[in-house]
């Protein structure tokens, strides 16, 4: 079996290929997408909302980023794996963060790391690339900077931030990072990093012109009975289907229709 690198991701942005990206937290879910062909898994902190039912990304731990990476890898993907770092595995020194990143990969089994920052923390992508492990950064909306921007707001729509912004990219391209997600930008300004940037950019409310996208698929199955972003498109209403189910279900049994004779041993 042949696994998608980094490598593969970089020339499908010089071929002008879309690299297609979905987050991912289990075994059965990885074996589905990564039969549809999807291009890149990414087992995103947002599993501390979607799955774990908190407020938002920060109380996730390290040791529940590698559980959820080692369930998505039993599913031996073919897709490029990578593993997000939870608020407070990077932040304070380089040797934490290299060791942290290191168990992602060790532990977890990821063939690469994600982390939330530009500027400010371009030296800790080059640190950890320099161990051999590729880094996808991820700048513009950061939910791991919820206080900061006083909730999940585009960023980037003032000139100033924008310039920013621009610089943010520059500086993780040379860094190291292998490619970068803009979340919650401007469109046009997506369009202006990605066609500045050799490296492939992965937008998420970021317009059409990132070189791929990515979506949590709690959102894109709808999953979620929370708010909703603008920037998401539900392909599926899971959850109506999940209701019906578990209904009939509980109908079934409590008139005595379930379990028949054919569900049952002799
Ligand atoms: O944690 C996550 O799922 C993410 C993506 C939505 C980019 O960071």
Request: hydrophobic share 40%; with cysteine.
């Given at each position: 079996m042949k696994r998608k690198t980094?490598?593969?991701m970089q020339k499908m942005k010089a071929d002008g290929?879309?690299?297609?990206?979905?987050?991912?937290?289990?075994?059965?879910?990885?074996?589905?997408?990564d039969g549809c062909g999807i291009d890149m898994i990414l087992?995103?902190?947002?599993l501390g909302v979607v799955v774990s039912g908190h407020e938002n990304t920060l109380p996730v731990t390290v040791e529940e980023m590698i559980y959820h990476t080692r369930a998505v890898m039993r599913a031996q993907p073919k897709a490029l794996v990578i593993a997000d770092?939870?608020?407070?595995?990077?932040?304070i020194d380089l040797t934490s963060a290299r060791f942290n990143a290191g168990r992602l990969i060790k532990e977890g089994g990821a063939a690469a790391v994600k982390l939330?920052?530009?500027t400010n923390i371009a030296a800790t992508i080059g640190a950890i690339v320099e161990m051999?492990?590729?880094?996808?950064?991820?700048?513009?909306?950061?939910?791991?900077?919820i206080h900061r921007m006083g909730g999940y707001r585009v960023q980037g729509k003032k000139e100033e931030q924008a310039e920013k912004l621009i610089a943010d990219a520059h500086a993780v391209e040379a860094a190291g990072a292998f490619a970068v997600v803009l979340e919650g930008i401007p469109l046009k300004l997506a369009q202006r990093i990605t066609a500045e940037l050799s490296i492939p950019t992965i937008g998420i409310g970021a317009g059409p012109h990132c070189d791929g996208q990515v979506l949590v698929i709690h959102d894109i199955l709808g999953l979620c009975e929370k708010y909703s972003p603008k920037f998401v498109k539900k392909y599926a209403d899971v959850r109506s289907i999940i209701?019906?189910?578990?209904?009939?279900?509980?109908?079934e049994v409590k008139r005595g229709e379930f379990p028949t004779e054919a569900h049952s041993f002799n």
């Open positions: 980094v490598i593969d290929e879309k690299i297609s990206v979905l987050t991912c937290y289990d075994y059965p879910t990885a074996r589905i997408m087992v995103g902190d947002s770092m939870p608020f407070l595995s990077y932040q939330e920052g530009g051999d492990i590729p880094v996808m950064a991820h700048i513009g909306l950061t939910p791991q900077s209701v019906e189910a578990v209904a009939n279900y509980i109908g």
